[in-house]
């Protein structure tokens, strides 16, 4: 795939992350543009291909544009841009009074994407990923690892669509529309890995990261898992049940925040007490 090339004269800035930049275009408002740091060239070809995978499937997530590169060097994709959006997060902080109607849709979205069946040979096993993962980790002892690799292997195959990282920062909406966004670990596998996060987000993260990076309270994110909780699990499972399915599939992303982070994360590791 070729990258077209454009200028970011056309652009602004309008946020950051871990690998890179987003723009909005200047006078094209359906535009955005997310951008790579300089030198990453594969991940932003690997996240299109990706992306034109996905959308194909059917799941609601913004059209893919063109692969490109700016005149400096710097590798990115560009979206149809959804104009006037807001994420559950978001919404959710700014009309707490709403907490049940927003856990309840980010819900019911979660349980569509989940029941989308996906060709194997089209995308990555989640136990691969986390294999590797744990291959990778410097802070876990051996006997550790070859306890959580017993644990993920034993964990019952589905061949369904992962987000990868299911937050609720990662839904969007605007009027009746819905949208996944940021599907660069879109994978496939059992359902748990996935809502895993929205556990670790709403439930296992401290105030300060909640306030910071979703913008409210703690209380109003566990007021969001309890309500999300029944919506998709059931509502004739009690939440300690739930709790107790999923907590240990939360303690296995502190395999991808001590990759982030490049230190071991006691408060998440203690989620993983059942599998140790």
């Avoid at 602004?12 to 790579?36: I, Q, R």
């Avoid at 670990?185 to 748990?192: E, S």
């Avoid at 979703?214 to 709790?243: N, Q």
Wanted: charged residues 25%.
């Amino acid at each position: 795939m070729e990258p077209l090339k454009i200028t970011l004269n056309d652009y602004v800035l309008s946020g950051g992350g871990a690998n890179g930049e987003s723009y909005d275009h200047k006078t094209d408002p359906s535009v955005m543009l997310k951008l790579y740091f300089p030198g990453k060239i594969q991940q932003p070809l690997d996240e299109m291909n990706l992306a034109l995978k996905v959308y194909a499937l059917g799941i609601p997530t913004p059209e893919p544009g063109e692969y490109v590169v700016t005149e400096d060097g710097r590798y990115g994709i560009r979206f149809h841009r959804i104009v006037g959006k807001k994420s559950y997060s978001r919404a959710t902080a700014d009309e707490p009074e709403k907490v049940a109607q927003f856990a309840s849709e980010f819900a019911q979205m979660c349980l569509q994407l989940h029941s989308t069946k996906v060709d194997p040979a089209q995308f990555e096993d989640v136990k691969d990923r986390y294999y590797r993962l744990l291959a990778e980790n410097p802070f876990f002892t051996k006997a550790e690892k070859d306890k959580i690799a017993r644990y993920i292997a034993d964990v019952p195959e589905e061949m369904t669509a992962i987000h990868g990282d299911l937050q609720y920062s990662n839904a969007i909406f605007v009027g009746d529309k819905r949208y996944f966004i940021d599907l660069g670990d879109f994978c496939r596998g059992n359902h748990l890995f996935d809502v895993a996060m929205v556990y670790l987000c709403c439930v296992l993260n401290g105030e300060d990261f909640i306030r910071e990076t979703f913008h409210m309270d703690k209380p109003l994110a566990l007021r969001f898992w309890e309500e999300f909780a029944p919506v998709y699990f059931g509502s004739d499972r009690p939440l300690s049940s739930i709790e107790e399915e999923i907590r240990p599939f939360a303690g296995l992303k502190t395999l991808i925040i001590e990759r982030d982070t490049r230190c071991p994360m006691p408060e998440f590791r203690a989620a993983l007490t059942s599998i140790l």
